[in-house]
């Protein structure tokens, strides 16, 4: 069936860098964009930005620009979201999410940033 | 920057209607999207394009669109359609995507 799987839970100290990895299965993964979406806990949805898997296109929201990247593999179908230098307020749930529709969405990360 | 804007919170008794709206400029021009969140779980499409409904949806759900509003209606609401939802959009341009808020809907 179609899915994404995503990687572990992380704890991370202020300063450092996480890498979140989202792998597709089930479908063509260069057929449809992947966004990105986090969640602190007891809040909205953010939506943080999105890549074209085919190109590597991405664009990004004006509040993460230039703390974060998202870039894939396709011989793997995995897209990945990197966020550097981290702070407590980076503490939520990141989501990928497939196509401009978000209609299958990862089961989320947890990002913990504690020192 | 574009905002969408949800009610916080709407009640309703189960098999009663249920309407939730989202409010934002650009709506007229770009399609709405909403989903539902449960504790503890990813979100969940529910409706797409203003009103199309995926697969394995119940029936009670559906979405109209009017100006600057978009409209979840759950029809005969059960308890299990108690959930957080948040509705998705594009600014004028196309390039941003927002979410609303959230709504929370209670089932007394």
């Known amino acids: 069936q179609v899915q994404l799987v995503q990687s572990g839970a992380e704890v991370k100290k202020p300063g450092a860098s996480v890498k979140v990895s989202c792998k597709a299965s089930g479908y063509t993964f260069t057929s449809y964009d992947i966004n990105w979406v986090r969640q602190a806990t007891g809040q909205g949805l953010e939506w943080m930005g999105w890549?074209?898997?085919?190109?590597?296109?991405?664009g990004y929201a004006q509040k993460f620009q230039g703390r974060v990247t998202m870039t894939r593999n396709t011989s793997i179908s995995t897209a990945y979201m990197e966020l550097s230098s981290l702070r407590s307020e980076d503490t939520a749930v990141y989501y990928c999410a497939r196509d401009d529709a978000f209609d299958i969405w990862g089961q989320g990360t947890m990002v913990t940033v504690s020192s | 920057s574009y905002e969408l804007t949800q009610p916080p919170s709407v009640s309703v008794s189960p098999g009663q209607t249920a309407r939730i709206t989202c409010s934002g400029d650009a709506l007229p021009k770009q399609y709405a999207y909403w989903y539902q969140q449960k504790p503890g779980q990813a979100p969940v499409l529910v409706i797409y394009k203003d009103s199309e409904r995926p697969s394995g949806i119940p029936e009670r759900f559906s979405g109209s669109s009017s100006g600057t509003t978009v409209t979840l209606t759950i029809s005969g609401v059960q308890a299990e359609d108690e959930a957080d939802y948040y509705c998705q959009s594009a600014d004028s341009s196309g390039t941003i995507t927002v979410f609303g808020g959230g709504t929370k809907l209670t089932v007394l």
């Open positions: 890549m074209n898997p085919n190109s590597g296109n991405t």
